[in-house]
């Protein structure tokens, strides 16, 4: 059993930056791969990027990629995901998950645990 807090949403403008933070509970993090999910108002959870249990593999969404950076601190317990040049359909809720499969998944159905998101508004 894992816990996921997340933390680091909020308000920016279009162009500016922010860093989601997720901490997780428990003295196994290190065998969970990692992703980050985001739903916006009336559309389905999406895929925003995965992270290996080492954080070696890295794997993103398109409409993301070359923007968002997802890393992760095993010592910390932590998952980050830092985004760069914020547009507003990044507007969403976003959440990250714990996956005990050791392959890599994109599919919200594939993930174990989750957390209860934290709110990214960008304005334009």
């Known amino acids: 059993q894992v816990q996921l807090v997340e933390s680091g949403g909020g308000l920016v403008q279009a162009g500016g930056s922010l860093r989601l933070s997720c901490a997780a509970s428990g003295r196994t993090f290190s065998i969970y791969g990692m992703g980050w999910f985001r739903q916006a108002p009336g559309k389905e959870r999406e895929f925003v990027a995965i992270i290996s249990r080492s954080g070696g593999t890295t794997s993103y969404a398109d409409s993301v990629k070359g923007r968002f950076t997802i890393s992760r601190d095993n010592a910390k317990n932590t998952v980050y995901l830092q985004m760069s040049s914020l547009k507003p359909e990044d507007t969403a809720v976003y959440y990250c998950?714990?996956?005990?499969?050791?392959?890599?998944?994109?599919?919200?159905?594939?993930?174990?645990?989750w957390g209860q998101g934290t709110q990214v508004t960008v304005s334009s």
């Open positions: 998950a714990a996956d005990r499969d050791v392959r890599l998944h994109t599919i919200p159905q594939s993930y174990d645990y």
